[in-house]
Every structure is written in C-alpha cells, then in structure tokens.
C-alpha cells in the first residue's frame, strides 16, 4: 500500500481519502487517470485528497470516502480475486453504507454477480451491483456517448464481456452512440446507491468533470459531516472536448 497526500492551495475543508483498488492489475486504457482526476479536483475545491493505492493483501482502508477500481485482462481480474474475497464483505457494506465508488469495466465486473470467461471458467463477484457478465468472442470497440442524470457523458469503451442487468437494476446511462453493456438492450453500465459501474474508459472522469464532482460531493459529506462545500470552476477544455465528441457521434439530436 502506498499513500500521497495532496493538499489544496488555501486552508483545507478536510480530508478526502480516495483508494485506488488493484492500480496494477486493473488499471488499463488510462484508468489510472481517473484517479489522477479526483485527486486535482478534490484538491481544487479545497480538501486534502489523501489517495491510497491497494494491492493484493494490504489491509482495506475502513475509513475510506471513496473507491475508484479499472479494468483489467481476464489475468489480472484472476490475480485480485483471492484478495477482493478477502475484502469483498467490507466493500459491500460501504457500498450498502452509501459510500461512493467508480467501478471500470473489469472492476466493473467483479462488482457484479459473477463472470463467465470464454474459457468456462466462472469468476464469483461482490453482487454490489445486479449484473451478469459473459466473455464471448466479440469484442466491443469505439467512443461512446450516454444519456445520463449527470447529462451527457462521453467515453471509449474495449471489452469482450458481455452484460446483462437483472430486473430493477438500474443502468449507468442510455446509448446514444456505441455498444454499451451488450450491445442490444440500449443500456450501459449499472448504478446502485453511489455505486457506477460502466465500461467506459478514457479515461472516463477528465472529459466529464460533472461525474467527478457528484462523487466527490458525497465523498466530502462523508469526510467532514458538513454539506459539500464546491469551489466554482471553469473547464472550458473538458466541455469543449466532451461536446466536440458528442457533436462528432450523435449531432445535434
């Protein structure tokens, strides 16, 4: 286990602490930049982001305020499943508890019920999230563009897995251009309380700050038992290029 601690600029309204899961085994296609995101723009509101990053067998940090976890090959979601059994009772309590996490394709899968790889074999999840994943021999590739509660979110997505949500579960967001969970049903990723689950990569939370910010509200409340307490920001980049996306895949819909 390792830590950093970022602090902000000015005085800080308290302190975020934000744990990577499995940063080398799952964190491909740029996830780690998630992390990198949420750390900034903790920092930038004027909190502490103390960012631990957890490997197999460390101790899971219970004070925790939010979890960020990638995606990763059928290897590496092979080598963190002794430890996510390990630690899986504590993450479905905070998960029950309210505490908010980013899950990411692989991790996004593990927090389902179970995943069944091309070659039979069959990984057990957290069942945080009510989804079931099947490998087959098709792989699902290109930019996607969501219709959200945060608004419109753009991402890319690379995966195999196939994903069904159980009756009552409810998605991410809705497709507006790509593949999505499966590339049938119109629906992709999964939310459950402050758990997203979803396979876009990108990474996913720099071109779409709106999504940080609702994980870190509630981070925050979480952290201090005072209301989020944002400090006004301008991203004119990440607006600019999450439009320009949305603009180049879906027009003017």
Not at 145 to 170: A, D, F, I, K, P
Not at 202 to 223: F, H, K
């Amino acid at each position: 286990m390792s830590t950093e601690v970022l602090e902000p600029a000015g005085p800080s309204k308290g302190i975020i602490t934000l744990v990577h899961l499995y940063p080398r085994e799952m964190s491909i296609y740029g996830d780690r930049g998630n992390t990198h995101a949420l750390a900034s723009r903790i920092r930038r509101h004027g909190y502490t982001a103390e960012v631990v990053l957890h490997d197999p067998g460390d101790d899971l940090r219970h004070d925790a305020h939010l979890f960020m976890g990638g995606g990763g090959q059928d290897s590496g979601q092979a080598r963190v499943e002794a430890d996510l059994e390990a630690v899986g009772p504590t993450l479905q309590a905070m998960a029950a508890d309210g505490v908010p996490m980013l899950v990411i394709c692989g991790m996004y899968q593990l927090f389902g019920n179970s995943f069944h790889t091309v070659t039979g074999q069959v990984l057990p999840g957290l069942g945080v999230l009510d989804v079931t994943t099947r490998g087959n021999d098709r792989r699902m590739i290109g930019p996607v563009c969501l219709e959200t509660e945060y608004g419109r979110v753009v991402g890319y997505e690379n995966h195999s897995g196939s994903t069904v949500l159980g009756e009552g579960q409810q998605p991410f967001g809705r497709v507006l251009s790509g593949h999505g969970n499966n590339g049938e049903d119109g629906l992709e990723g999964a939310r459950t309380l402050n758990v997203i689950g979803t396979y876009l990569h990108g990474p996913l939370l720099p071109a779409n700050p709106m999504v940080s910010d609702a994980l870190i509200a509630v981070a925050a409340e979480r952290a201090t038992g005072r209301p989020f307490e944002p400090e006004p920001m301008s991203d004119p980049l990440a607006d600019e290029a999450r439009e320009r996306q949305v603009r180049r895949l879906i027009g003017h819909r």
